[in-house]
């Protein structure tokens, strides 16, 4: 049975027994590893830092010196086949995308590899994409859509579903099937810079409640160290 894996910054929005609470996005950001992956302007890097306010997490840039792609890893934890990550999400800033983030290899500094990817453009617009290898991977576009998460499902050893809920409704915008193996020991958060602003506020939805899942004896249960 797949089980969704609900981390506070990737959350699910309906209470399942098969559900695991890993994170609750409290206190700081020690669990997570940030990454520029891609610096296109080659010079100077942006003023950003990614922050936590209340249950929220966000992406803000105060100097905009070129195009900066991000890979913000949640340390230790991987997706198995049959599980599936979700991301509570709203995104209404300009500068460009942010979503969610599954790869194979490390993220290091300036290089794209082994990731796939599906993320929310500031005007409401979802999209897939990622690379195989270190080949892009082609973008999958659903338009302006109506979508309170994002998801990524690992449905096989190397076989990725990516799409987005809108309340109950589950919509896959794309299967993703690399040539290159992608064992998703990489999970977390993508995000385009493209301008000076904010990307994204990655929150906590009210259900499943934390206390709720713990009564379960689901707290943690997914939590995996490499």
């Not at 559900?19 to 296109?40: H, N, R």
């Not at 990731?115 to 999958?140: I, K, P």
């Amino acid at each position: 049975m797949k089980k969704t894996i609900i981390l506070a910054l990737l959350s699910c929005g309906a209470l399942s027994a098969s559900g695991a609470v890993i994170e609750t996005l409290s206190g700081d950001l020690s669990d997570y590893t940030s990454t520029v992956i891609l610096d296109a302007n080659g010079g100077s890097q942006n003023t950003a830092s990614w922050s936590l306010t209340g249950d929220s997490l966000a992406l803000t840039t105060s100097t905009y010196d070129g195009i900066q792609q991000y890979a913000m890893i949640y340390d230790g934890f991987s997706l198995s086949v049959g599980d599936e990550v979700k991301l509570a999400l709203t995104h209404t800033g300009a500068s460009q995308d942010i979503g969610l983030y599954v790869g194979g290899t490390a993220p290091t500094f300036n290089v794209r590899q082994d990731y796939v990817a599906v993320y929310a453009r500031g005007n409401g617009e979802l999209y897939s994409r990622g690379f195989d290898g270190t080949g892009e991977l082609g973008l999958s576009a659903a338009g302006i859509v109506t979508y309170d998460s994002l998801f990524i499902a690992r449905t096989g050893s190397n076989t990725y579903e990516l799409g987005y809920y809108d309340g109950a409704t589950r919509t896959v915008i794309v299967t993703r099937t690399p040539t290159t193996a992608n064992d998703g020991e990489y999970v977390g958060i993508y995000a385009d810079v493209r301008a000076v602003g904010t990307l994204g506020s990655l929150t906590v939805v009210p259900e499943p409640s934390i206390a709720l899942l713990g009564g379960l004896g689901l707290l943690g249960l997914a939590r995996r160290r490499r």
